[in-house]
Every structure is written in structure tokens, then in C-alpha cells.
């Protein structure tokens, strides 16, 4: 089965620095991939996923992505926090020879500094 | 149209009691997820509907555990004799297809006494 492994529960930074939140999978085939987003008091979003094609994936509120397939992983950054970026971000993997099941890492709360 | 939609939004329940979580899942959506998240940690997969084939039960914990989906509409997760260890949130999900963007509910929050 797969794993997800987000590195750091918990992520700090200052409003205007860069946000890097980290995301390795286990599988040697490589996965589709996905980050949503949990902001307080709601329900996950899509934020971003890459399937095939270009391995920089961008998404809503300037995030984007890079699949590495050589370090198996799907770091998410932008390139400058704002306040309203704090949330708890989750990484997710599903298998392209089944699709059926997802895999999330155990999540990543950001919180932005003013 | 409206999103996904859950209820209860919030359920306490003595030990031993049966629960009912429902989900309204995103008209047209043929493909929905249960998961469940216990405080602190991920999603953990339990269940997937898709279509009208035969669900995808392999990551339900227990036999206390089943759920149903009305063709490609409503679908319930039941809890049979719940534990104390069954505490977390129960999310649910809809998608266009198997592994398309899936879609939230806000979540049943449940606590078993």
C-alpha cells in the first residue's frame, strides 16, 4: 500500500516569506498527486494535482508544485505567505493502476506570522 | 449546483449505540468516498462508490462497519455498537469520475461517549 509523509506537523513562517511544504510517497510507480487545503471551519479544497504532462503544477492563491520523480515527492511552495494562507494542508496519492483509493499524508497546519 | 452536504453536522452517542452518517453527494457525481479522520491525524480511506459497480470496501476498519449508496445519490455510513476509538470526523467526498478531483462535505463530527 502507499504511504504519504509530510514533513512537520507544524510549519511556521512570516507573512512575505516563501512557504515550503514538504510531501514524499512511497510508490516506485509514480502516483497521480494532489495537495487540498483545510482552512478553518471548512471543508478540503483542491488546491492543486499533477497527473501527467509538465512536472510544475500551479494552483488557486499562487501555490504551486514540483514533481521529482527521482526524490518521490510533491513539495508544495509559494513564493510569499499572506495571512489568510493559514490552514492545514494535506498531501494525497492515488495509484495509477487504481484510481479508486486515495492516500493522504497526515496533514501540515501552516501558520503565518504578521 | 450546491456542493457536497452531510448530516449530521455533529453526533454524540453512547457506547454501544448504532450511527447513521449520511451523505448528499454532488448531482451527476459517480464516483464517492468516505474517510475518516481521527484528531491530529490524515484521512484515512474507508469506502468507495463508483457507478453502479460493487463498492470498494477494503479500508473499512470493522464488520461493525457498512455503508450504501442509493444508485449515484445518497449514500449512508453506519456504525453498528460504536466504540470509543470510533471518535472523528467521517468526511465524505463526490467526484466525476474514479480519480478525479474529489469534492468535500463539511463532515460529521462524532463522539461516542
Known amino acids: 500500500a502507499q504511504s504519504v509523509t509530510q514533513l512537520g506537523s507544524h510549519v511556521s513562517v512570516s507573512e512575505g516569506a516563501l512557504v515550503l511544504l514538504r510531501c514524499n510517497y512511497s510508490?516506485?510507480?509514480?502516483?497521480?498527486l494532489f495537495w487540498y487545503v483545510q482552512y478553518p471551519n471548512q471543508g478540503l479544497q483542491l488546491l492543486l494535482k499533477?497527473?501527467?504532462?509538465?512536472?510544475l503544477v500551479k494552483g488557486i492563491n499562487g501555490f504551486e508544485a514540483e514533481f521529482k520523480k527521482s526524490e518521490t515527492s510533491f513539495h508544495l511552495t509559494k513564493p510569499s505567505a499572506h495571512m489568510s494562507d493559514a490552514a492545514e494542508y494535506f498531501c494525497?496519492?492515488?495509484?495509477?493502476?487504481?484510481?479508486?483509493?486515495?492516500?493522504f499524508g497526515s496533514g501540515t497546519k501552516l501558520n503565518v506570522k504578521p | 449546483g450546491a456542493g457536497v452536504s452531510q448530516s449530521p453536522s455533529n453526533k454524540v452517542t453512547e457506547k454501544g449505540k448504532d450511527v447513521e452518517l449520511r451523505c448528499d453527494p454532488i448531482?451527476?457525481?459517480?464516483?464517492l468516498y468516505w474517510y475518516r479522520q481521527r484528531l491530529g491525524q490524515g484521512l484515512e480511506f474507508l469506502i468507495y462508490?463508483?457507478?453502479?459497480?460493487?463498492?470498494?470496501k477494503s479500508g473499512l476498519p470493522s464488520d461493525r462497519f457498512s455503508a450504501e449508496r442509493t444508485g449515484e445519490s445518497v449514500s449512508t455510513l453506519t456504525i453498528q455498537r460504536t466504540q470509543q476509538e470510533d471518535s472523528a470526523v467521517y468526511l465524505c467526498?463526490?467526484?466525476?469520475?474514479?480519480?478525479?478531483?474529489?469534492?468535500f462535505g463539511p463532515g460529521t463530527r462524532l463522539l461516542v461517549l
Open positions: 467526498a463526490s467526484g466525476a469520475g474514479a480519480g478525479e478531483t474529489q469534492y
Open positions: 510508490s516506485s510507480v509514480p502516483p497521480y
Open positions: 499533477y497527473t501527467t504532462g509538465a512536472t
Open positions: 494525497a496519492v492515488s495509484e495509477r493502476s487504481n484510481f479508486n483509493k486515495f492516500y
Open positions: 448531482s451527476g457525481h459517480t464516483a
Open positions: 462508490f463508483q457507478g453502479n459497480s460493487a463498492p470498494d
